[in-house]
């Protein structure tokens, strides 16, 4: 098996997963790259020497997992390198939450044989595109979670004129809005009440930032929609973020957001449920007198 090491480690006291990554994937024979990234960021700061190839463009579609080591940050970086190339993903959460990063330290060694044997699932989750102002984003124009139009500063809010398939929608008067995907619906979306979507769902969902107006709602839509946005503001510019990544775009733009033509394969383990990640990771049915 040829897996490559992706992630960011910022901190001492995650050196240790690292090790038992690479001590294990030794063990069960498998051949290991490391992005040059991660490789330079553990060789300046912690003067750790990754036993493992460096990764080259050409070696990515030769890949059969990457391994995602870190957050869900961390995960969404290894999808914009892993790209089209349809590498499955396995997220090893060293950071906090993690829905995408969902397998802990703690299940590593068995995760690692479970794949060893090809004891695994692979899902298949969408990503959303900028097709309209395309122009506007520099490299990787996909999001696996969301996109995001954002207000510059502390300055007037925008007015965002939202068409979904050249239907007139609304205008939205609001410090933001957010198109997410099923991925994303537990990300930003959440965060501004947005509603939680089951990854296999063939849906976005819409959510507005601090809306002036208290009746709008997030919306669901189907994903073959396409959203056509035409913002302004009074600043000059605004922001459009993909999964974090944020372009200045002039007021009085048009984008046009879609479902992108391919998904990113996440691996999971036998039984590793998107309602079981819920219950562990926002403690659904929890009683905190217990």
């Not at 944020?246 to 009085?252: D, F, H, T």
């Amino acid at each position: 098996m040829r897996t490559c090491i992706f992630g960011t480690i910022y901190s001492e006291s995650k050196l240790p997963l690292l090790r038992r990554i690479f001590s294990k994937l030794a063990d069960i024979g498998a051949e290991v790259f490391i992005e040059q990234e991660l490789r330079n960021l553990l060789a300046e700061q912690f003067g750790f020497r990754a036993d493992a190839q460096e990764l080259g463009s050409e070696d990515v579609p030769c890949l059969d997992m990457a391994v995602s080591v870190g957050g869900d940050g961390a995960f969404l970086r290894t999808a914009a390198r892993i790209n089209k190339h349809g590498v499955p993903i396995l997220g090893i959460n060293a950071g906090r939450l993690g829905f995408l990063a969902d397998t802990s330290g703690d299940e590593l060694e068995d995760t690692l044989n479970e794949i060893a044997d090809k004891r695994y699932t692979v899902e298949d989750r969408s990503l959303l595109r900028i097709y309209e102002g395309c122009e506007f984003v520099k490299g990787y124009n996909f999001a696996l979670n969301e996109v995001a139009i954002l207000k510059r500063d502390t300055s007037s809010m925008l007015s965002i004129h939202a068409s979904i398939d050249n239907d007139f929608l609304a205008t939205y008067m609001a410090d933001g809005l957010i198109i997410a995907t099923p991925t994303g619906s537990t990300a930003y979306s959440l965060s501004v009440n947005g509603p939680i979507i089951v990854p296999q769902s063939a849906s976005l969902v819409i959510s507005p930032v601090a809306p002036h107006s208290l009746n709008v709602r997030p919306l669901v839509i189907p994903d073959g929609s396409l959203i056509s946005l035409v913002i302004e503001s009074r600043s000059e510019f605004f922001l459009v973020a993909l999964d974090g990544r944020s372009e200045v775009v002039p007021a009085g733009s048009r984008l046009t957001v879609g479902k992108a033509d391919y998904r990113v394969k996440v691996v999971k383990r036998y039984g590793q449920t998107f309602y079981s990640t819920l219950r562990d990771k926002l403690m659904w049915g929890a009683d905190a007198r217990y």
